[in-house]
Every structure is written in C-alpha cells, then in structure tokens.
C-alpha cells in the first residue's frame, strides 16, 4: 500500500496486472488497463506547495479507489500518475465507468490559500487482448503511449488505444 494515498502501490499492482494478463490469457478474455494524471498538477504544487499537492493527490486517490468495482483495481503509478485495470466491462461500460471517474475528480473542491481549486485528469487507456499483447510491460507501454497523446493534444479527455 502507497504510504501517501493509501493505494496499491507500483510494485504491487504490478504484480495484480501481471496476474490478471496470466488468468486473462487462459480464459481468453480481455481488459483495460488506464493510465491517468491529473492535469496541471505541477502548477499546483509550484503556485501553493507540494503538501497541497499531496492533499490533492490523497483526495484524487481516494474518490477512485471508492468508484472500484469488484474485478478492478487502482494503483499508484508515481507522483501524480495512476494506474487502473477495468474488468468486465464492454466498450461501452468502461467508457461509462472512466467518465463518472473523471467526472468525480472534475468535481472535488479545494480551498486553497482561500481560493477555490478545481482539478481534472487525462486519461489513456489500452485494452488487453490475449491473442495481440503478450506482456505487461507492452500494455503499459500502450496505455502510456495513449495516455501521451491525450496530454499533448486533448487534456482532460479519454482516449483508448487499442493493439
């Protein structure tokens, strides 16, 4: 468990997408893997300090980790990097289910130094196929890769690569 969010921490999800590619593998099913950050964070902690950035990343944290469903988890990827693994879900359904996330994190208020704060967050996400991708090291690289584009090109939205 992450000290600061009290997540899974890297290492440990880690070892949660490994086993779920394993299982996925062998029931032939597939998943989604996300990446997110939040955006501007670094304004954030250079306007108002890193113990607001840290209160930013706890709430943040917390208001995912209580949207998991059974199946799902939700790690912390580094700084304000996060990682999630979406289980059954269709297309459809985890486009549902990332956007009530985003929408959630779009919703957290902070006072700051007595200034309303809002945050947002970009999300990329990867589906795992088990005939197409063959590690997690490939799906993680996707779901960044995806996650990249989003953050240069249309910050603050969900993107879905795919193999």
Known sequence: IDDLTKIYNRRHFFSILDEKIDVARQLNKSFYLVLFD??????????????????????????????????????????????????QAKEEDFYTRINAISL????????????????????G???????????????IEMADSTLLNVKRFRKGEISLGKA
């Open 38 to 87: 939040i955006d501007a964070f670094k304004e954030i902690n250079d306007h108002f300090g890193h113990t607001w950035g840290d209160q930013v990343i706890m709430a943040v944290a917390q208001t995912v980790k209580n949207r998991m469903r059974e199946g799902s988890f939700v790690g912390r990827f580094g700084g304000d990097e996060f990682m999630i693994i979406i289980d």
């Open 104 to 123: 959630a994190i779009r919703e957290l208020d902070f006072l700051i130094e007595g200034r309303k704060v809002k945050v947002s967050a970009s999300f």
């Open 125 to 139: 996400a990867a589906l795992f196929d088990p005939f197409k991708v063959n590690t997690s090291k490939e799906l």
